[in-house]
């Protein structure tokens, strides 16, 4: 997609403080306050061009920013749905791949692949999912000191999208070091031909299992995909391939820096911690506030199919726009002392999951995997300790931890 006239800096651009475009803004500082003045002062802002990147449009308040994921037909996915892909021009999977595909035929395919992801249709795999998080749960507080994020949270949600895709056991690990490269960084510096590289790896790996499915059919969701009709007509190999890539990063990584931030968070707020042991809280009314706290996706993107109107400024068709739900989910007139992590928060209307046409389809099975984690620590665990500070990730998109060293203190058996 060329780079519409509208993107170069014409002087109308604004000073936001700081650079949404560079991996660092978001590691090592809290922006809290960045995000609250950005909603009381300049809620729809356009952040200046870079020296790599052009201007775009960053909003930042709740009822913007849903507004953005629920009018569908006035902000397209087709170019790109995070920051990286549409100020680089454009997504190169978009109109075939799930999350950056636009009605109608993001209607259609998302519509076939909701069946998939039905409670009903799940109900095997999150039995996997309690079985997965007990086991990685036990072993971790075994061990004595651990890292959190890497004995438990990055097993849990890859090996439970791997299950419902059917991907080999051998397999997981390597398909995690990728998933981990294509969207985000463990350390600083990683190039933007690492990423290429990964994805593609990724790519490739999803074509060749697609091949072993048509020859061999089993019980699961790649088998599903090769023999699916969508509007009359199976999937293009292309297609399939793609959506196989999506939903392994989309079932990854949020789950995994969720199930990271739920420990540091407790680790934090041991008052949070108490009221879970002592059952004042309901672990389901919890998920949803460490949903809401950890915002693990920073935002969704998308570029304005025609010249929009919103919070007295004009959106002109064909310019990018990004809304922050990491700010959303901060919004004083939506939550009630919105810096507190209180885990019996009720109601708790967060945009974790994104809302509208692309509401996140593993929405049921990333609820599933952060109970399933949450349940464990409750039964095996009565104290954490922390080791040491958490390590971030670098990324424009996504935000959490890829290290968190504790020590989980058994629990007695028996305790809740």
């Not at 952040?47 to 449009?57: E, L, M, N, V």
Request: hydrophobic residues 40%; contains cysteine; charged residues 25%.
């Amino acid at each position: 997609m060329p780079i519409p006239e509208s993107f170069v800096d014409t002087g109308l651009d604004d000073d936001i403080g700081l650079d949404l475009t560079d991996p660092a803004t978001f590691v090592g500082q809290g922006l809290d306050e960045f995000w609250q003045r950005l909603r009381t002062e300049q809620p729809v802002a356009r952040h200046r061009a870079t020296a790599s990147a052009p201007a775009f449009w960053v909003l930042s308040r709740y009822d913007d920013v849903m507004a953005v994921m629920k009018e569908a037909e006035r902000f397209v996915s087709r170019h790109g749905n995070m920051l990286t892909s549409l100020l680089s021009g454009g997504d190169p999977a978009g109109g075939r791949l799930l999350a950056v595909m636009d009605a109608p035929r993001h209607t259609a395919l998302r519509t076939t692949l909701l069946k998939s992801f039905s409670p009903r249709a799940l109900r095997g795999v999150v039995a996997k999912v309690r079985a997965r998080a007990e086991e990685r749960v036990t072993a971790a507080v075994a061990m004595g000191e651990c890292d959190f994020a890497v004995e438990v949270s990055d097993h849990v949600p890859m090996g439970t999208i791997c299950d419902l895709l059917g991907v080999p056991d051998g397999d997981q690990a390597e398909l995690l070091r990728l998933s981990k490269q294509a969207l985000s960084s463990d350390e600083a510096g990683q190039s933007a031909e690492d990423a290429w590289l990964a994805r593609n790896e990724i790519l490739l790996y999803f074509a060749e299992l697609a091949a072993h499915r048509r020859a061999a059919p089993q019980d699961d969701l790649i088998t599903a995909l090769t023999t699916v009709q969508v509007d009359g007509a199976p999937l293009a190999e292309e297609e399939l391939v793609l959506n196989c890539y999506g939903l392994v990063l989309a079932g990854d990584e949020t789950g995994r820096l969720a199930a990271t931030g739920t420990v540091w968070n407790l680790l934090r707020h041991p008052d949070q911690w108490a009221a879970l042991k002592e059952g004042r809280v309901e672990v389901a009314t919890a998920v949803e506030e460490i949903l809401r706290w950890t915002s693990p996706a920073l935002h969704v993107g998308r570029t304005a199919a025609t010249d929009v109107r919103i919070g007295g400024r004009t959106i002109k068709a064909g310019e990018a726009v990004t809304a922050w739900n990491v700010s959303a989910n901060r919004d004083e007139s939506v939550f009630t002392d919105p810096y507190r992590f209180d885990l019996a928060r009720t109601p708790n209307r967060h945009l974790t999951f994104g809302f509208g046409p692309h509401f996140c389809l593993g929405s049921y099975l990333g609820r599933a995997e952060l109970t399933a984690v949450l349940e464990a620590l409750l039964r095996r665990v009565d104290s954490i300790e922390s080791l040491g500070a958490p390590k971030p990730v670098y990324s424009t998109f996504l935000q959490g931890y890829s290290s968190l060293p504790v020590r989980l203190h058994a629990a007695e058996d028996g305790e809740r």
